[in-house]
């Protein structure tokens, strides 16, 4: 008995299944019949407006503001070494010494003679005043200090030529020399750069040449942080354009207190010729056709296809000039299937927005 009862129960479930699905059947055909379709899903954000930049692109590298290839002023042999690749230094400390004895010795021999020289004098004073002693030897003994001072900073110059001390704050390069080495004046021992900022070396076309000025702001990209910008000015403008190239040479001054960056790097510019508050779309909202660029606006259940004048392009947003306002929602996804006066059915999973910048229109 229990098991005709189930029997029929599932013959009445089968048959309104049926029932529901012939009438949904129906109700398509009969759309299809009178030409219309069903409602395209689609999903809308509500333009807003943003800050946007003129701006000119263009490639370049990067220079330390201060680099100098370190040498010796004079030859001599390495008594001591204070150099390690990648070591930060400040301005005055120890890099390098040669052997010093033989300019020591010298120095204290004059610093001798020096002294000798100067108690001849008070003597000399002393003996002038009772006018026991000739003015003229005097004078001489005078000019004998004055000889031995001026040795004296000679032989000073003489022992620190044979130091190398940092002559600005920096970070020392590779080096390959070892204690005992002799070395020859002006063999390249290492280099040192200051990187605390960089310079960004770079070119402009010239007719951007009115709306350059220094101090405006750079923002540079490199391949070695794909994530990252790094910021900074315009500090330097050339005074020529280049006949070849039609182009300005250009300098920027780039923050890298981190360190992050390297003299010689390969870097992606962006000059700021201006900002602006304009309003903005995100960039996959917007069609193009031919000349025409085009959007469509999400009205009373129909889509609305609107052209608009675009400006400035930046990363997922276009400004938007004239076409559309500020409170008029564009669809961003399933717009490539639509058509002026086509039915819409607006979603609301914001998981499919473009951007967390745009905010879906309100229910109200």
Do not use: C
Not at 121 to 148: C, G, P, Y
Not at 243 to 258: F, K
Not at 326 to 345: K, M, N
Not at 346 to 354: A, F, G, S, W
């Amino acid at each position: 008995m229990i098991r005709q009862w189930v029997t029929a129960l599932a013959v009445v479930v089968v048959a309104v299944l049926m029932a529901l699905g012939y009438q949904r059947y129906g109700s398509s055909e009969a759309a299809v019949a009178k030409g219309e379709r069903p409602p395209t899903p689609v999903h809308t954000v509500l333009p807003h407006m943003e800050t946007v930049r003129d701006a000119v692109n263009a490639v370049g590298s990067l220079k330390a503001v201060d680099a100098v290839a370190l040498t010796t002023e004079v030859s001599g042999r390495v008594v001591e070494i204070h150099l390690k690749a990648g070591q930060r230094v400040r301005k005055g400390d120890l890099l390098l010494r040669l052997d010093d004895r033989q300019a020591r010795a010298d120095l204290a021999e004059i610093e001798a003679q020096l002294a000798d020289a100067r108690r001849q004098l008070a003597r000399a004073s002393q003996l002038r005043s009772n006018n026991s002693i000739a003015e003229s030897q005097v004078d001489a003994l005078k000019t004998a200090v004055d000889v031995a001072l001026a040795q004296r900073q000679a032989a000073r110059v003489r022992l620190d030529n044979l130091t190398l001390k940092a002559p600005f704050d920096g970070v020392v390069g590779l080096s390959d020399l070892s204690p005992g080495a002799y070395l020859t004046a002006g063999t390249p021992i290492t280099t040192l750069d200051n990187t605390d900022r960089l310079e960004l070396n770079f070119a402009i076309p010239e007719r951007f040449l009115g709306q350059v000025a220094a101090g405006q702001a750079v923002r540079g990209t490199s391949p070695a942080y794909p994530d990252r910008t790094f910021t900074g000015a315009l500090a330097e403008l050339d005074t020529r354009v280049s006949e070849l190239s039609r182009s300005l040479s250009v300098r920027a001054l780039i923050d890298n207190r981190d360190h992050a960056l390297r003299p010689g790097q390969f870097m992606s510019a962006s000059l700021t010729l201006n900002e602006r508050r304009a309003l903005v779309v995100p960039e996959q909202a917007v069609l193009v056709r031919g000349d025409e660029s085009y959007v469509f606006v999400a009205g009373d259940g129909v889509a609305d296809r609107r052209s608009v004048a675009l400006g400035v392009r930046e990363p997922g947003i276009v400004e938007v000039v004239s076409g559309l306002s500020e409170d008029e929602p564009v669809v961003v996804t399933g717009q490539d299937r639509l058509s002026s006066g086509q039915r819409i059915s607006v979603k609301d999973d914001e998981n499919v927005l473009p951007d967390n910048r745009f905010a879906p229109p309100s229910e109200s």
